[in-house]
T-cell receptor, first 115, second 114 residues
């Protein structure tokens, strides 16, 4: 069964460093998402992406964040200068098309720890 | 705005016990409602969904009914198993001309003991 994969599973970085979180969505899916969950808090929407551009982004997704689909298979989230409060679990998701009733398929997450 | 509130965990039950996890929502439009489950070390998986009032979603013995009058979507299972131990997330999606993003509750950790 096709699945969304994410690498790495755990990333530790120093404050101020750049990190890139990688996701491989399901191959025939067209819409891609990043969510994050700070420990003990809700899963929060960060950004959605379609047709090589951002469809929607949340207030959290400021200028320090960017997304890219560089090669037709990977979908990346870059944080330019990490802050302590960026420590969280980051989930990638994809969906075949934009429909309320379609299931979003999630990856296992990347745990980001900023020291 | 759109938000989901679900009961705080953790919840610990014995095998074959009855499970209820409460979920209520507020939404500016007419939402679709979902329960996602996360097993240890895995991603979020869709457990069940309902797209209109009075719909009942069901899967693997779990059920939830979309109650518009009480803005609720409580998750129930008549007899839980050890393998049901996981974190359960209630979520909604509202058509906003954007990306149909999911809005999640905090999650409820369920532990089922043999």
């Amino acid at each position: 069964e096709p699945e969304v994969t994410q690498t790495p599973s755990h990333q530790v970085t120093q404050m101020g460093q750049e990190v890139i979180l990688r996701c491989v969505p399901i191959s025939n899916h067209l819409y891609f998402y990043w969510y994050r969950q700070i420990l003990g808090q809700k899963v929060e929407f960060l950004v959605s992406f379609y047709n090589n551009e951002i469809s929607e982004k949340s207030e959290i997704f400021d200028d320090q964040f960017s997304v890219e689909r560089p090669d037709g298979s990977n979908f990346t989230l870059k944080i330019r200068s990490t802050k302590l409060e960026d420590s969280a679990m980051y989930f990638c998701a994809s969906v075949r098309d934009r429909d309320l009733y379609n299931e979003q398929f999630f990856g296992p997450g990347t745990r980001l720890t900023v020291l | 705005g759109n938000s989901v509130t679900q009961m705080e965990g953790p919840v610990t039950l014995s095998e074959e016990a009855f499970l209820t996890i409460n979920c209520t929502y507020t939404a500016t439009g007419y939402p679709s409602l979902f329960w996602y489950v996360q097993y240890p070390g895995e991603g979020l998986q869709l457990l069940l969904k309902a797209t209109k009032a009075d719909d009942k979603g069901s899967n693997k013995g779990f059920e939830a009914t979309y109650r518009k009058e009480t803005t609720s979507f409580h998750l129930e299972k008549g007899s839980v198993q050890v393998s049901d131990s996981a974190v359960y997330f209630c979520a909604l999606s509202v058509p906003q001309g954007g990306s149909e993003k999911l809005v999640f509750g905090k999650g409820t950790k369920l532990t089922v003991n043999p």
